[in-house]
């Protein structure tokens, strides 16, 4: 069975803070894929990124980074220099062979960025 | 190009009543999906239909759900008779079908429903 665990509930940060949310996912599958969502207070969930089991190259975006580890099951998401907008709830999913397969949710994170 | 879009956005029903959400997915999309998030639990997948068809109804709780997808365009889950547990937040998703990296699923902004 596949399970994804955000351990981190709610992290509060101040402005410009670096932050981690911690994502630890299990699976028997070879070939699966991971996802990062934002849901800001409007309620939508925001993709942001997805990673398949074979590409473990970290991956940068702006003040977005994501670090894939196969060796301890981790796909860990790192905010730099965290601003106000960034407030939101984040989830980590879980697919099996492809995007196109039901989605395994974490309990997501809440994050707080205070001005 | 528009979004997944969700109707209504919220619902407050009594115990006993029927309700009905609808789910336009993003032009072009041949997958839908439908999700629940409960108070304080994961996000958990309900269903996923390819075109018309349903591919995967292994989430839907049980025979008071039902979901439709008529000429694979929009979406519609009835709950019928609806109980205080259905109380939640209902997302849809859309995906294309193709190569692997178009088969994202893109969420819309879910129908938060109150049963009360």
């Not at chain 1, 399970?3 to 911690?22: C, H, N, P, R, Y």
């Not at chain 1, 309620?43 to 997805?50: A, C, K, S, Y």
């Not at chain 2, 937040?89 to 990296?101: E, K, M, P």
Request: aromatic content about 12%; hydrophobic content about 30%.
């Amino acid at each position: 069975a596949q399970k994804v665990t955000q351990a981190q509930t709610e992290i509060s940060v101040v402005e410009k803070e670096d932050v981690t949310l911690d994502c630890v996912y299990e699976t028997r599958d070879t070939t699966y894929y991971l996802f990062w969502y934002k849901q800001p207070p409007s309620g939508e969930l925001v993709f942001l990124i997805r990673r398949n089991s074979f590409d473990e190259q970290n991956e940068i975006s702006g003040r977005y980074s994501w670090n894939f580890q196969k060796s301890t099951s981790s796909f860990n998401f790192t905010i730099t220099a965290s601003q106000v907008v960034d407030s939101a709830v984040y989830f980590c999913a879980l697919s099996r062979y492809s995007g196109n397969t039901p989605l395994v949710f974490g309990k997501g994170t809440r994050l707080s960025v205070i001005a | 190009e528009a979004g997944v879009t969700q109707f209504p956005s919220h619902s407050v029903i009594e115990k006993g009543q029927t309700v009905t959400l609808r789910c336009d997915p993003i032009s072009g999309h041949d997958n839908l999906y439908w999700y629940r998030r409960v108070m304080g639990k994961e996000i958990k997948f309900l269903l996923h239909f390819v075109k018309e068809s349903k591919q995967d109804e292994s989430g839907m709780p049980n025979n008071r759900f039902l979901a439709e997808r008529t000429g694979g365009t929009y979406s519609t889950l009835k709950v019928q008779p609806a109980e205080l547990e259905d109380s939640g937040v209902y997302f849809c998703a859309s995906s294309q079908q193709g190569d692997l990296d178009t088969d994202t699923q893109y969420f819309g902004p879910g129908t938060r429903l109150t049963v009360l």
